[in-house]
């Protein structure tokens, strides 16, 4: 277990531009070292027909952020809210950005697809500019999280981080399989920009359930590398059922992590699911015997309990 951990609180739509306004002080107040905002996704028009191929967009299209080279969401102010979350007295000393996502998202299609049809490069691309745009839109985006889950395409990714490496961007992966994958994509990122891929993400749920940081933990890198996560307690509208770990159970699950020495610290996914419980309480409680689910720093705390982490 590291002693400089890293706690991280990954978001969905709360962070976004409608409502990350009335999040800035609840989030600097959290407790967590790490935001992360996602999803950001890749236009196709052959995935989403009202998309342009190299298309930045937040979610699902809302709101569309770049496209032809410029910011055209209707939102003045994100960027400097996002700025916001690690001013004055707060938790918060980063703030990443995360592109792919599971589900049906198909990003890291698409950029293979955008790759290998230029000659296997990025340079002069529609999704080059867009991003470039992208770093200076948004310039308090310490890096970009990468969540590929629907092709693992080694060229291709390897070649995105270059490009976003190249903007100025740190990388951070965020697997939950194919392990060879992520160690060959750390070893060539690596050769190329030695400490860029700041850490991993690891997740611990859902598809990812009984991975185990330290079966994780790439060669030569440093004790306290993997933030392993997991997913926070909700209601699924459509199989009218609760998913996802109590605080008490998360707590059980980092305990297990506690002695590790591939382990920096934890995340939470996420946000969004929060909120989402809070509106079902009155309907359905809170989905969880004792604890109370309602916030994220009352994760944060079961986490550091099962760490061993004051």
Known sequence: MSTHNNFVLYSLYTLGPATI???INYMRESGFTTIVIGMFHIGNPEVAKDTQLGDIIFNGGKPLVIRDGKYVANAPDWPGQIAQLKQGTTSVTKVYACFGGGGTVQDFSTIKSIYEKNGNSFKGTMLQKNLEVFRR??????????DCEDVYDLPSFVAFCDMMIGLGFDITFCPYQDQQ?????LAEVSSAHPGAVKWWNLQCYDGGGGNKPQDWWPANSRPGYIIPGDWVRFWDPDQQAWFGDC???????FATFAKQTAVGGGFV????LIRDTIKNIPIRGTGCEIEDPRYAYIYLQYVKAGLGVK
């Open 181 to 185: 994958f992520w160690n060959a994509a």
């Open 21 to 23: 306004g009335g999040e």
């Open 269 to 272: 996914y996420e946000l969004d």
């Open 247 to 253: 605080p008490q159970d998360m707590q059980n699950l």
């Open 137 to 146: 839109v948004f310039p308090a985006f310490d890096g970009i999280d990468m």
